[in-house]
C-alpha cells in the first residue's frame, strides 16, 4: 500500500479535516530533501504546516525552540530550561525541580547523529516515514488505537509529560520505541499551533502504516459504523437521561 492509498484510507474513515504528516528523522550523510527551510520554527509549527499541505525541513541553524533541539539532538539544552527555572517561569510547574524532573524524563535522540527533520503531508511523502503524526478528536485517534492492536489484542499504554507533546511523544517515542504514542498536548503546541481545544495528537511507527490502514478498513465494515450510529444509546429511548430502560451489552 503506497503512502497516497494508506492516507485516503485514513482520511476517509475517520474523517479527518487535515492530513496524517509524515515525519523522516535524516542522519548526518544521508541526501536531504530539497524541501523549504522556514525561518526559525518549532517542531510542532512545522507539523502544523504539513499537516495544512506544506513540506519542510528542520535543521539545526531553524530550530526556534531550545527543548525541540535538544530532543532532535541538534544542540545542549539551554541551562535554564535544564535546571527547570524557565517551566516554573511559564507558569506550568511549582518548583525548579519540579521543572528539571520533568526535562530529565524526556527521550531524546543521540547528540550530531541526525542533520535534519523532514515532514510532509503523508500522501505527498517521497520517503519512508519514521514516524506518522496525526492530530484529531479523541474519537478517531481512538479508532487508529485499536487499529494497532486488531491483530494481537493486549492493551496499549501511552507515554507523556503534558511537555513537547508532538515533537518527544508523537514524534520520537513512536520512532525510537516501534510502538503507537498518544498524547493530550502540551503548552508548547497549543500556544503556536492552531491544535484545537478538542483535539489530541498519535503517533505510530512509519513501519507499522499499512497495517493501520488495512486494520482501520475492517474497522470500518462494522465496528466504525454502528458506534457513530449510537446504536445502544438510541435503543434507551425515553428512558436514556434517568438511566432507565437500557439494553443488556451481551448482543452483536
Given at each position: 500500500m503506497t503512502n497516497h492509498e494508506a492516507t485516503n484510507a485514513i482520511l476517509r474513515i475517520l474523517g479527518l479535516d487535515s492530513s496524517p504528516v509524515a515525519v523522516r528523522f535524516i542522519p548526518t550523510g544521508d541526501p536531504v530533501p530539497a524541501f523549504e527551510t522556514p525561518y526559525p520554527r518549532r517542531f510542532c509549527q512545522v507539523l502544523m504546516q504539513a499537516r495544512h499541505g506544506q513540506k519542510r525541513l528542520l535543521t539545526p541553524d531553524d530550530v526556534s525552540c531550545p527543548a525541540v533541539a535538544?530532543?532532535?539532538?541538534?544542540?545542549?539544552?539551554?541551562?535554564?530550561?535544564?535546571?527547570?527555572?524557565?517551566?516554573?517561569?511559564?507558569?506550568?510547574?511549582a518548583s525548579p525541580e519540579a521543572g528539571r524532573r520533568t526535562v530529565d524524563s524526556m527521550l531524546r535522540l543521540e547528540p550530531a547523529k541526525d542533520a535534519a527533520v523532514a515532514v510532509a503531508p503523508l500522501s505527498e511523502a517521497d520517503f519512508d516515514p519514521d514516524s506518522v503524526v496525526v492530530e484529531g478528536l479523541p474519537e478517531q485517534l481512538m479508532w487508529l488505537a485499536l487499529a494497532s492492536v486488531y491483530d494481537t489484542g493486549g492493551r496499549l499504554e501511552f507515554s507523556t509529560a503534558v511537555l513537547q507533546a508532538t515533537c518527544v511523544d508523537a514524534g520520537i517515542i513512536p520512532f525510537v520505541t516501534g510502538k503507537v504514542n498518544a498524547t493530550l498536548g502540551c503548552y508548547g503546541c497549543r500556544e503556536a499551533t492552531d491544535l484545537g481545544e478538542a483535539e489530541c495528537v498519535l503517533g505510530f511507527p512509519g513501519h507499522m502504516l499499512a497495517k493501520m490502514a488495512v486494520n482501520l478498513q475492517r474497522l470500518a465494515a462494522k465496528a466504525i459504523p454502528r458506534v457513530r450510529a449510537n446504536t445502544v444509546y438510541h435503543h434507551m429511548g425515553a428512558g436514556a437521561a434517568s438511566g432507565e430502560g437500557a439494553p443488556s451489552c451481551d448482543h452483536p
Open positions: 535538544a530532543a532532535l539532538g541538534f544542540r545542549p539544552l539551554p541551562e535554564k530550561l535544564a535546571s527547570g527555572e524557565m517551566l516554573v517561569g511559564f507558569g506550568i510547574f
